[in-house]
């Protein structure tokens, strides 16, 4: 896919990397109740994009309005730089972050589903939205996703980002020498 040159020029500012949990890392369903109690389900690909994106030093983090145990140990999993939980809004713990991290809106990208992201998506340098993100959410993305959160929504942005900064082929070459 080639990326529209005012999509590339966002993307290539981008050195954060921030999402939503719930409907954009998974599917926004939640098991509870059981043994173990609550389970989320991840998409193994978005995982391994961040990942990837951490390699080439991009910092990653997630930002979600409810508490969770099983998000917790997904992002120590995955060793996600930052991760707020809590329902403090989330353009104040962004901030907090991209202080910490030493960007500002610019240089942050952000992915959300809901009417807990609209501030966000409003004021990031790159907002992206899963295919089945609300109206309004889409309405406020400079990319809205072909894929549905918790089904490789996040993989679709990282990838994005990785061929607008130039890092795709290098990253590629490492895994097929």
Same mark, same amino acid.
């Not at 060793?79 to 809004?89: A, E, N």
């Not at 942050?108 to 609209?118: A, C, E, I, K, S």
């Given at each position: 896919m080639e990326i529209p040159v005012v999509l590339k020029e966002r993307l290539m500012r981008v050195k954060l990397f921030l999402c939503d949990v719930d409907g954009v890392l998974t599917?926004? *369903?939640v098991q509870m109740g059981g043994v173990g109690g609550e389970r989320k389900v991840f998409h193994i690909r978005d995982g391994l994009g961040l990942r990837l994106l951490q390699a080439e030093g991009v910092r990653v983090g997630w930002v979600s309005a409810r508490p969770s145990?099983?998000? *917790?140990?997904?992002a120590n999993d995955? /060793?996600? %730089?930052?991760?707020?939980?809590?329902? *403090?809004? /989330?353009?104040?713990?962004?901030?907090?972050?991209q202080?910490?991290? &030493?960007? &500002?809106?610019?240089? *942050?990208?952000?992915?959300?589903?809901?009417?807990?992201?609209?501030?966000?998506? /409003?004021?990031v340098g790159?907002?992206?939205?899963?295919? %089945?993100?609300?109206?309004?959410?889409?309405?406020?993305?400079?990319?809205?996703?072909?894929?549905?959160?918790?089904?490789?929504?996040?993989?679709?942005?990282? %990838?994005?980002?990785? /061929?607008?900064q130039g890092r795709w082929d290098g990253m590629i070459a490492k895994f097929t020498s």
């Open positions: 599917e926004g *369903t145990g099983a998000t *917790t140990e997904r995955l /060793k996600i %730089d930052y991760l707020r939980q809590s329902s *403090t809004p /989330k353009v104040l713990l962004i901030e907090e972050i202080r910490d991290a &030493g960007v &500002g809106w610019e240089e *942050t990208l952000y992915m959300g589903d809901d009417v807990v992201d609209l501030a966000a998506l /409003k004021r790159f907002a992206a939205v899963p295919a %089945d993100g609300i109206e309004e959410a889409r309405a406020l993305a400079h990319y809205v996703c072909r894929r549905e959160g918790g089904r490789g929504a996040v993989r679709e942005v990282v %990838d994005l980002v990785m /061929k607008a």
